[in-house]
């Protein structure tokens, strides 16, 4: 099958979050499956622009009218080993001359609908019609829109699939936007109008074939407002073209026993020596004292309200009296959240760390080191750090929500069936009560523990079988 998959990031090139692994792992996994063809687009960022390391070429360049802008579009190409082809869009205005971070720009909305159109003027002036399209939230809403109503002649066959990654985010535009920067057939405009303005989110729910997001209870859980940050209407009605696909981790970068960033290696059956050197190298580093005995509880994220950290403020002075445990932050983000957990650490020098900065290296010692691994966001369409965590031996306390709940089975008492310790309302109450349940076996059954532990580094969070779901409903839409 010939599939184009579109996004505005994509790791080792550009990453701001968990949809920049995904486009890493994904199209790769889906390389590897006998009889693919798989080629990437990306933005040509100023990021890999500037890289030396990637060994890009020029293909060919066409120009992109977008309403009365005729803008320049330079295709460059890079082959990778594993088989996928990547498109890189070189266009100086919107992405190659711009030094900050990839989104936040007021005209974010017009270098995404460029890049959407771009992408699919390429694979007409490739003559590469791929099977399928499969695109990824709202900067590539526009491409089953714009495939509708501009490029029947050439992709008349071709499907679409949308991903949802994150609802939260829609790309709301005013109403103008419409003519202005789309200039497409009125006919058009409904399916991309909510209240009198511009939402691409949900043009590309009601033009795709087929919707996808990241884990099957996100996929449930979309109908509700609580979740959908508006669009549950919109998302109701598109139930029957709905479905969730837990992503999977790169669990070849992922991997306790080659990791270069750790300073110990272990797997299933050797983590209890291999993770207690970690663990004690870990408080070391950040220096908390070096006590084998008082549980590591840590927690590697952006530091945003969603994640669920309101619920760790409220809970960590009661968890710090009535537990002995230590507490690790590493990220960053919110200013309220930074100065919360440095003024924890300040006022606990000896149980508490904070960690303020992003740093793949001690993440990647966090997730060897510690003994519990906290999530307890409010929403998680998937959450990759968690599964993180598990391959690490690392027993996750989450809240049961989105693909928490679908890769966290909850555990008993005993520490035995699930993967770990859940709680159901999103309540710091509920939180403490889970951490001490995970607490309790701990100190009490030690046994119990380990088998949870060994439990979860057994799990297959390989992308082997997200890759093949994708397969089927691709197979589906393609009759
Ligand atoms: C978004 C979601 C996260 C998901 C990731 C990859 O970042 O918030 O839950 O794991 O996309 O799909």
Not at 86 to 107: E, K, L, Q
Not at 308 to 315: A, N, P, R
């Amino acid at each position: 099958m010939k599939i184009a998959v579109m996004a505005s990031e994509g790791a080792p090139y550009i990453k701001s979050g968990g949809l920049g692994d995904v486009m890493e792992a994904l199209p790769s996994a889906l390389s590897r499956i006998e009889g693919n063809e798989v080629v990437l687009f990306l933005p040509y960022y100023k990021k890999i622009k500037d890289n030396p390391n990637y060994a890009v070429e020029q293909v060919m360049h066409f120009d992109v009218q977008l309403g009365w802008r005729q803008q320049y579009a330079g295709l460059m190409r890079l082959h990778r080993e594993d088989g996928v082809t990547v498109y890189f869009i070189d266009n100086d205005y919107y992405f190659g001359g711009r030094p900050g971070p990839i989104y936040g720009d007021g005209d974010d909305g017009e270098r995404f609908a460029f890049f959407s159109k771009a992408c699919l003027e390429a694979l007409t002036h490739l003559a590469f019609v791929p099977d399928v399209i499969q695109c990824n939230d709202w900067q590539t809403a526009l491409v089953p829109v714009f495939l509708k109503a501009w490029y029947q002649d050439w992709l008349s066959q071709t499907k679409t699939m949308f991903t949802i990654h994150n609802v939260e985010y829609q790309g709301w535009e005013s109403g103008c936007f419409f003519d202005d920067v789309l200039a497409l057939p009125w006919e058009y405009r409904p399916c991309l109008d909510m209240h009198g303005q511009m939402n691409l989110m949900k043009g590309a729910i009601e033009a795709a074939d087929l919707v996808s997001t990241v884990s099957e209870t996100y996929a449930r859980e979309l109908m509700y407002p609580y979740y959908a940050h508006g669009l549950d209407h919109v998302l109701s009605h598109a139930a029957w073209k709905l479905r969730g696909i837990t992503n999977g981790i790169d669990i070849g970068t992922f991997n306790p026993e080659t990791d270069p960033h750790i300073p110990a290696h272990y797997n299933a059956d050797t983590f209890a020596a291999g993770k207690a050197a970690c663990k004690a190298a870990l408080q070391k580093e950040v220096g908390l004292p070096q006590d084998p005995d008082a549980p590591l509880l840590v927690m590697v994220t952006r530091l945003a309200g969603h994640k669920g950290l309101d619920l760790l403020c409220y809970v960590a002075r009661r968890l710090l009296w009535e537990e002995n445990c230590q507490i690790l932050i590493l990220g960053t983000g919110e200013p309220q959240f930074e100065a919360f957990f440095r003024e924890l650490a300040a006022e606990y020098p000896n149980r508490v760390s904070a960690q303020i900065t992003f740093n793949l290296g001690l993440a990647a010692r966090v997730y060897a080191g510690g003994d519990i691994y906290l999530m307890p966001s409010k929403s998680e369409p998937c959450g990759l750090s968690q599964m993180n965590a598990m391959r690490y031996g690392t027993v996750p306390v989450v809240h049961a929500t989105g693909g928490l709940r679908d890769t966290v089975p909850p555990a008993d008492e005993k520490g035995e069936n699930g993967l770990g310790f859940t709680f159901q309302s999103y309540n710091g109450d509920d939180f403490l009560g889970a951490l001490k349940r995970c607490l309790s076996l701990y100190h009490s059954n030690r046994d119990g523990f380990r088998s949870l532990q060994h439990r979860d580094m057994c799990q297959d969070f390989s992308w082997d079988k997200p890759a093949q779901r994708y397969m089927e409903l691709f197979r589906q839409i393609c009759g």
